[in-house]
């Protein structure tokens, strides 16, 4: 259009086509309000055939958290000497500094394709526990194993929190020195627990990342563990972080399976998780459960 054009004859644009039509652009859904109630990504609502911008670039963002909770390296240098600062840690650190160990995976490429590499720890980590536990003579209760897993972040943000809150329930527990193990799978503490001759293990390991949940924390528990025990010989308990199962529930359902798995001296599928029940359950050996026997 030429300057010299009139301004009556420009055409005036139509009324029903708005020229700003952002605010009719996203149609809403009417499953929207079920999103004050989860992390679930449901009722979004569209913009013409798509998904709304906002929601998209939320779901980017998400995925992008994600992909950095499994690759990041975790700093088990800083998180030990965070532990050995805590009061409420003395009395875990004040024999023995934690361990820092490593499994067989070299770096994180080998661990993520390797998953038998991340289940052993390598030859200098195995060492040293052998060597810790010829130079001690103490019978463990009980091995807390820190591990990295698939989130880095779900083991920076919630060990200590947790740890703190499990402390209240496990005074007169005699605890291993705590363990911590790069480029490790939930199997790793069953070396750990070997190694150290301890009677359960407790592995706090960083969860798979999900697309609402990059920093989650998983336990899982063993009777007796050794190397090559299947998942049907732990107990899980999982999501623990602020969004998820918080630190002092988390810790009660915890402390609730140690002892019972200390009673029974058993864990996994024949130890059932009871601890929200109102029945009372006799755990003594004279107790005949069809379950279990």
């Known amino acids: 259009m030429s300057q010299d054009t009139p301004k009556s004859d420009i055409p005036k644009p139509n009324k029903s086509f708005p020229t700003h039509p952002h605010a009719e652009a996203v149609t809403e859904n009417a499953w929207s309000k079920l999103n004050a109630f989860t992390d679930a990504r449901i009722g979004l609502g569209r913009s013409g055939i798509s998904v709304p911008t906002k929601h998209l670039l939320a779901f980017q963002l998400a995925h992008a958290q994600a992909i950095d909770a499994v690759h990041t390296q975790l700093d088990s240098d800083a998180l030990a000497k965070a532990l050995v600062e805590q009061d409420w840690a003395k009395d875990w650190t004040k024999n023995c500094a934690p361990l820092l160990l490593h499994s067989r995976a070299t770096d994180r490429a080998t661990y993520l394709q390797r998953p038998d590499y991340g289940r052993r720890l390598d030859d200098e980590s195995a060492n040293k526990l052998d060597e810790h536990r010829v130079s001690t003579s103490q019978d463990y209760d009980l091995a807390i194993v ?38 490790g799978r939930v199997a790793i503490g069953d070396d750990v627990c070997e ?71 058993l864990s996994g599928v024949k130890l059932k998780d009871r601890s929200d029940d109102d029945l009372i359950v006799d755990t003594s050996k004279e107790s005949k459960n069809f379950l279990i026997s």
């Not at 880095?152 to 705590?178: C, D, M, R, Y």
């Open 195 to 265: 190694r150290l001759n301890a009677k359960c293990v407790l592995v706090l390991i960083g969860e798979r990342p999900g697309l609402s949940s990059p920093d989650s924390l998983g336990l899982y528990l063993t009777w007796g563990g050794k190397v090559g025990l299947t998942d049907a010989y732990r107990n899980c308990i999982s999501n623990v972080r602020p969004a998820g199962l918080v630190y002092q529930e988390a810790a009660r359902k915890a402390f609730y399976l140690l002892n019972e798995a200390r009673t029974l001296k």
């Open 146 to 183: 820190v591990v990295d897993g698939l989130s880095s972040l779900a083991v920076e943000q919630n060990t200590l929190p947790f740890l703190k809150a499990l402390s209240s329930h496990i005074n007169g527990w005699n605890l291993a020195p705590v363990c911590f193990v790069k480029q």
